[in-house]
């Protein structure tokens, strides 16, 4: 992920953000350039979304690269953030001003390269934190595992540790590939990965079910009527799904994309519709994006610090 990164600040510097957006993002895109993906293709700008407001921003210390974001279910008005790779095995809850309120160290896990997090159903039905391992930028890793653990209660203590977090190792049917964003179905706990590509189609796949903890399994490639749209969006750095499972958002570097679904229909049905497009505040190297509890807003923020969080009311 780093080597795109520094291309991506390296060309906003030179030629700014916007040029470089729309030339050389235009070259890079296999099949379509990034205007025509993100305005073409039934990929149409969103209605629903005010502009984006400037909540908060996190500037703790040990905040240095957020890579990932979820609104808690179980403590009001928290968001759980974690670092990029290269930090400890912790997350961190934070209020909608950006303030650090815990730090909860995850018993049983390792982050080689943590990219998102995501919350559902645990085991007993009860909230639960997934927290994906799958970053692979150089295509060679064999030990992609996604983690899960009871979402902590924040209280006074400062300092935390979580229940052993569950593994659920996994491959891909078809080689290896880079993810950065995580969907957990709120109805039943079934883990979805959107792959990170900057040349070639992305792919959305998704964990059978049951779950298996610490069994290594092949993921399943996910279809649906709208596929094809999704799989023409590039750099996907982070995703989430709205906790009444309606909405999904996916984040780019340079945007959001939303689908969804009809009340009552199947969860894989939000794949058949055409995605819409969420105006976002451009930031430097945005990867972590959220839902709110209500399910009424969007929460993005960046791997930068300080890192100013942005909230965007649907209307």
Same mark, same amino acid.
């Given at each position: 992920? !780093? &080597?795109?990164?520094?291309?991506? +600040?390296?060309?906003?510097?030179?030629?700014?953000?916007? *040029?470089? /957006?729309?030339?050389?993002?235009? !070259?890079? /895109?296999?099949?379509?350039?990034?205007?025509?993906?993100?305005?073409?293709?039934?990929?149409?700008?969103? /209605?629903?979304?005010?502009?984006?407001?400037?909540?908060?921003?996190?500037?703790?210390?040990?905040?240095?690269?957020? *890579?990932?974001?979820?609104?808690?279910?179980?403590?009001?008005?928290? &968001?759980?953030?974690?670092?990029?790779?290269?930090?400890?095995?912790?997350?961190?809850?934070?209020? /909608?001003?950006?303030?650090?309120? @815990?730090?909860?160290?995850?018993?049983?896990?390792?982050?080689?390269?943590?990219?998102?997090?995501?919350?559902?159903?645990?085991?007993?039905?009860?909230?639960?934190?997934? =927290?994906?391992?799958?970053?692979?930028?150089?295509?060679?890793?064999?030990?992609?595992?996604?983690?899960?653990? $009871? %979402? #902590?209660? =924040?209280?006074?203590?400062?300092? +935390?540790?979580?229940?052993? @977090?569950? @593994?659920?190792?996994?491959?891909?049917?078809?080689?290896?590939?880079?993810?950065?964003?995580?969907?957990?179905?709120?109805?039943?706990?079934?883990?979805?990965?959107?792959?990170?590509?900057?040349?070639?189609?992305?792919?959305?796949?998704?964990? $059978?079910?049951?779950?298996?903890?610490?069994?290594?399994?092949?993921?399943?490639?996910?279809?649906?009527?709208? =596929?094809?749209?999704?799989? %023409?969006?590039? +750099?996907?750095?982070?995703?989430?799904?709205? $906790?009444?499972?309606?909405?999904?958002?996916?984040?780019?570097? &340079?945007?959001?994309?939303?689908?969804?679904?009809?009340?009552?229909? #199947?969860?894989?049905?939000? &794949?058949?519709?055409?995605?819409?497009?969420?105006?976002? $505040?451009?930031?430097?190297?945005?990867?972590?994006?959220?839902?709110?509890?209500?399910?009424?807003?969007?929460?993005?923020?960046?791997?930068?610090? #300080?890192?100013?969080?942005?909230?965007?009311?649907?209307?």
């Amino acid at each position: 992920m !780093k &080597f795109v990164v520094v291309a991506i +600040l390296i060309a906003a510097i030179f030629s700014g953000c916007s *040029s470089w /957006a729309s030339g050389a993002q235009k !070259k890079s /895109a296999k099949h379509k350039s990034w205007e025509e993906v993100e305005n073409a293709s039934g990929s149409t700008p969103s /209605a629903e979304y005010g502009d984006a407001q400037l909540i908060g921003t996190v500037s703790d210390k040990s905040l240095t690269e957020i *890579s990932g974001i979820a609104a808690s279910q179980i403590n009001a008005g928290v &968001f759980w953030v974690h670092n990029d790779s290269g930090d400890k095995a912790r997350i961190f809850a934070i209020n /909608a001003k950006g303030n650090l309120l @815990a730090t909860v160290n995850v018993v049983g896990a390792k982050n080689v390269d943590w990219e998102d997090i995501g919350i559902g159903p645990g085991k007993d039905g009860k909230a639960a934190l997934y =927290i994906s391992d799958a970053g692979n930028n150089g295509g060679e890793r064999d030990n992609l595992v996604i983690y899960r653990i $009871p %979402e #902590p209660k =924040i209280g006074a203590e400062k300092k +935390l540790d979580s229940a052993v @977090a569950e @593994a659920f190792p996994f491959r891909y049917p078809d080689g290896n590939h880079d993810s950065e964003a995580i969907i957990v179905n709120p109805q039943n706990g079934q883990i979805y990965l959107v792959t990170k590509t900057m040349k070639s189609s992305c792919g959305v796949y998704r964990f $059978p079910l049951p779950l298996r903890p610490s069994e290594k399994v092949t993921l399943e490639e996910v279809r649906g009527k709208q =596929i094809s749209k999704i799989q %023409e969006l590039r +750099l996907v750095t982070g995703a989430s799904v709205s $906790p009444d499972g309606l909405r999904v958002v996916l984040r780019t570097y &340079f945007s959001a994309f939303e689908l969804q679904r009809e009340k009552g229909k #199947p969860f894989e049905t939000i &794949f058949d519709k055409a995605p819409t497009t969420i105006s976002v $505040p451009l930031m430097r190297q945005a990867e972590a994006i959220t839902y709110t509890a209500d399910s009424k807003a969007l929460v993005t923020t960046t791997e930068k610090n #300080p890192a100013p969080l942005f909230q965007i009311m649907r209307q």
